[in-house]
């Protein structure tokens, strides 16, 4: 069980908590949800860039330099 902050009192929360038990204060909807599936599809768009990039790059800089 992931725990988080309250943003009001500043005491330990469980995530799945609708207000903080400490304070009463409402919990935003965004704290609730994990920052780590929106990481995963930042990591998988990376991987698959730089494979793309690993690929095509050697065809671009394949230029031959007059005089060299």
């Known amino acids: 069980m992931r725990e988080l902050n309250c943003t009001h009192c500043g005491k330990t929360?469980?995530?799945d908590d609708q207000s903080c038990p400490h304070c009463?204060?409402?919990l935003a909807?965004?704290?609730r949800?994990?920052?780590q599936r929106k990481?995963?599809?930042w990591f998988i768009g990376i991987v698959?860039?730089?494979a793309v990039m690993i690929y095509l790059?050697?065809?671009f800089?394949?230029?031959r330099f007059p005089g060299r």
């Open 13 to 15: 929360i469980a995530a």
């Open 24 to 26: 009463g204060m409402p």
């Open 29 to 31: 909807p965004h704290l």
């Open 33 to 35: 949800k994990s920052p």
């Open 39 to 41: 990481f995963i599809w």
């Open 48 to 50: 698959i860039f730089c």
């Open 57 to 59: 790059l050697p065809f």
């Open 61 to 63: 800089g394949s230029t």
